[in-house]
Every structure is written in C-alpha cells, then in structure tokens.
C-alpha cells in the first residue's frame, strides 16, 4: 500500500492545521484526530460522487510514517479506487506541508470504504451513469 511515489495522489478534499487541543502528552497529534480527517474528506468526496449522503462502513491498511505537530498544515487526498452498487472505495493520503522550504510528507494513508445512504440511513443504489462516469474516468 505505501508505495514509494513522492507526491500527493488524487483529490485534494480537505486541508486544515493540527492545534494544540489535538495532540496527546508528548506534543504529537493524536493518530485518532488525523483518521477523523480523513474520514472528513473520504465522506466529503464520496458524497459530492454519489450525489447524496454516505456513511464510513470500513477502514483498512493503515500505516503511519510521521508524527505530526502542532502548526502542521495536513492536507487530505482522495482517489476513488471502486464503486459498487451502493459502496465507493477510496484511498486517502494524509500529507503534512508545514513548512514551504522542504517537499511535503506522506504521513499516512488507507482505503476507506463509505455506503450510500438515503436520509432515513438506508442503503441507497448509486445512480448507473455516475458509476460510469468513474468507469471512464478510471481507464
């Protein structure tokens, strides 16, 4: 999964700066607070995809590689690796982009997958032209 690429892949979907209210005792950003990022962006893109609301139904193959500070700029990347009847698979890179004086790092990433939900939070078909839409788009 952590492959060797030196720059962010897919969408850039979320971007924000770790506070001091979102680190543990030693001064590094909780791991937890950065998946919660994540998981913002994943739903931001899946949602603005699917055209309608989606809830987080797994996470897997996470690695983290850096710690992260506080002050760090992370950003949240997102590429849409599969879409199913009523599930999008994503995989989210987190970078951290601080400091302009160096190239950004990989801080983590995993693949998420989120299911289309209708208001009342029942699954909910992904429309056929949007699936073929990422079909096109993927080849």
């Excluded at 809830?55 to 990347?77: E, R």
């Excluded at 970078?95 to 009342?120: I, L, M, Q």
Aim: glycine share 8%; with cysteine; aromatic share 8%.
């Amino acid at each position: 999964m952590l492959d060797a690429h030196i720059s962010p892949e897919g969408t850039l979907s979320l971007q924000t700066i770790a506070m001091p209210a979102d680190t543990n005792w030693s001064g590094d950003v909780f791991g937890g607070w950065i998946v919660s990022q994540m998981d913002l962006a994943g739903a931001i893109h899946a949602e603005r995809f699917s055209k309608g609301r989606c809830a987080t139904i797994s996470i897997n193959q996470m690695t983290f590689l850096v710690p992260v500070k506080v002050g760090d700029v992370i950003s949240c990347y997102t590429k849409i690796l599969k879409v199913g009847n009523t599930s999008i698979q994503m995989q989210i890179e987190v970078w951290d982009s601080h400091d302009s004086s160096r190239p950004p790092k990989r801080v983590t990433e995993g693949v998420f997958t989120f299911v289309a939900v209708d208001v009342k939070g029942n699954k909910r078909t992904i429309a056929e032209d949007l699936k073929q839409q990422f079909l096109q788009h993927a080849s």
